[in-house]
């Protein structure tokens, strides 16, 4: 008989008893149906039938710890099955005594292999997740409750020029341009949750100088979308707040079209012959190339070429 506190009816824990010197005394009936071995065909036989070469080594130093009086929490094995299939397993290993006198070991052997496929299943998808958080074409960030950077993705590096070591620790609204931070101040440290939160909120972040200018701005159109991150908690009904989390899309191209096209509404003025455009600026009359006008109005630079129309038309007149 197996000892008094191992369940021998067990289906999916292995009792094990083995004398001083690792060999298998006796077993319950889950050794049998998990591994396929017989009781025959491991009776008296040393525990590295059961495991592979590596795992036997590491048993027998445990089992002599043991031996000495120290203990070990479950750990984790390769156990081979008749087969020849490799199975993980946990392993707990206790002193088997009469009276205080230890005459051997009893192994509890669990399989892990479900727990094994799970973790390895959760590991792709933290990899898949971390990898959509860290391409997202939108700067992805987290705040503690102080509103300090806890975490930005790669964009937010690429968006606003800063590395992730220089933003973590600090507050988000200081990279707001200095004239939006009064008044989005509480949305940027949004703290209410996602049906109540800061949505689709245009504000300008300003890049690291170093970083190039686009369209001649020294900030950046972002359009976010934070909220409050809560744990639940046993005491606090609606949980604990842990800090806030943002989403920011850059707009700066299609603030810029937007302003242009409205600020090219309309008639505008321009000369039949060279094409300047006439603007009114302070009751006094000015006139602007019209790609100067364009470049000022909508932030865009020209390029100059030569249309294949031109081109014939210069080649057959050898200019």
């Not at 970083?211 to 744990?231: A, H, M, Q, T, W």
């Amino acid at each position: 008989m197996l000892s008094s506190f191992i369940d021998e009816n067990s289906i999916s824990e292995i009792a094990i008893e083995t004398d001083l010197s690792g060999k298998i005394v006796q077993w319950n009936k889950a050794g049998e149906d998990i591994t396929y071995y017989s009781d025959s065909e491991v009776r008296g036989k040393g525990v590295e039938k059961l495991f592979t070469s590596e795992s036997t080594r590491r048993l027998l130093r445990i089992m002599e710890f043991v031996r000495m009086g120290s203990t070990f929490p479950a750990l984790q094995f390769e156990m081979r099955i008749k087969n020849g299939q490799i199975m993980p397993v946990d392993v707990s290993i206790s002193p088997l005594k009469e009276g205080e006198k230890i005459t051997g070991f009893t192994f509890i052997i669990r399989d892990v292999t479900l727990r094994e496929l799970l973790q390895k299943k959760l590991d792709e998808m933290n990899a898949l997740y971390r990898g959509l958080v860290e391409q997202s074409p939108s700067m992805i960030y987290l705040l503690d409750t102080e509103g300090k950077i806890i975490f930005i993705n790669e964009t937010g590096e690429k968006m606003l020029g800063y590395s992730r070591e220089e933003m973590i620790g600090r507050e988000l609204v200081d990279f707001v341009y200095p004239e939006d931070r009064e008044r989005n101040y509480w949305n940027v440290r949004e703290r209410r949750r996602p049906s109540r939160a800061t949505r689709s909120l245009e504000l300008r972040l300003v890049p690291k100088e170093r970083k190039e200018r686009r369209f001649e701005l020294d900030f950046i159109y972002v359009s976010l979308n934070s909220f409050g991150v809560y744990v639940k908690g046993k005491k606090k009904k609606d949980g604990q707040f842990i800090g806030t989390e943002g989403i920011a899309r850059d707009i700066t191209e299609l603030k810029v079209l937007k302003n242009f096209i409205r600020n090219v509404q309309g008639i505008i003025p321009i000369c039949s012959v060279c094409y300047k455009v006439r603007v009114e600026e302070e009751g006094k009359e000015k006139w602007f190339p019209i790609e100067r006008y364009i470049g000022i109005k909508g932030g865009a630079k020209f390029s100059h070429t030569i249309c294949p129309e031109c081109a014939k038309h210069i080649k057959k007149e050898g200019f």
